[in-house]
């Protein structure tokens, strides 16, 4: 669209990216910056956050040295738009405004609180579940205090506008949702085998990891005694090693998988059984834009423009998983006709170029405002 594009990007250890296996044209297009940041939590650390004032899940992404980096791209160029994503990258904020004039947006890529909420009501140890309680209220201060600091918020989803908005934001909030090149999702529809489930997510993500441990150890054994040619496959990065030993010839870990795509291509019904979170999950718009038919939870489906029953089906227990499972299982067309209009939606409410058409005459406005 005819932008200069810089893009600063943290690289924490425990997610870490390998900068020279980037294969993307856009970085050829961008000035791209990178620092490698060791984020990972430990007791000592934890212990100590207790008696700071600062949230413990966001001050370990700030180090000196990326900022003394951030200061150098500042001074080098005078920008129009700085634009933070997620809420890991704020405490850089203060470096911001004292070296630049440019109007600033926070994407908010979820309300990070919220996540940390639900994992403490669902957890059973009492210990950690105050502990979780304790992280989820620093967190929410935090994101109360950071958020009138900006001079325009996007919001990823409708919902967590409404949450912005109570967290008590003065400034405008607009819903940008992840979008997709729908071009780059093709399906092929003789590919699929039939009957296989699969479940694709970073295992390092506790609502994923949680969700798949409850969806094995409440629905699955039902579900197996379905259909003896039935297969689960689920695959994801850093897998726990509990999965890859879970007593079933049918059920099939993967692991890390190079081409996600492929995968989806190969596989027929997706299961997004999440019981926390936040924001978007974006695997289950790319498995829309394969034209998948996907059964999630409510929370897993939260904040994305789908219709139980249309190009999607919503299940909250192991009877409505198990009973939607079945009906796609007898009945092919179902799952097919639900893939189809998922495909639909995808390309209506998610292609990359109108929220990105969208998202430009917003920092026009700013500008001229």
Known sequence: MGVDVTLLSINPNQHAVDVDDIYDPVFEAIKFHHYNINTEANFIGALFNIFSNESYNVSRFFDDEAGRLLEDVLRETEFDIIQFESLFVVPYLDIVKANSKARLIYRAHNMLFDVWERLSQSEKFRPKRHYLEFLARRLKAYESEQINRFHRVFAISEPDRHHIIKLGCETNVDVFPVSLDINEYKSDALQPNFPTLFHLGSMDWIPNREGIEWFLDEVWPDIEELNSELRFYIAGRNMPRKFFDYDSDNVLVEGEIFDAVEFMNSKSIMIVPLLSGSGMRVKILEGMAMGKCIIATTI???????????????????????????????QPRKWRAIGMEARKTAEREYDIDGVSQRMFQVYQQLLNA
Not at 310 to 330: H, M, N, S, V
Request: charged share 25%.
């Open 300 to 330: 897993a489906a939260e904040g994305i423009a789908c219709e139980h029953g249309k190009d999607i089906l919503l299940a909250d227990t192991p009877d409505e998983f198990y009973r939607y499972i079945l009906q796609c299982l007898t």
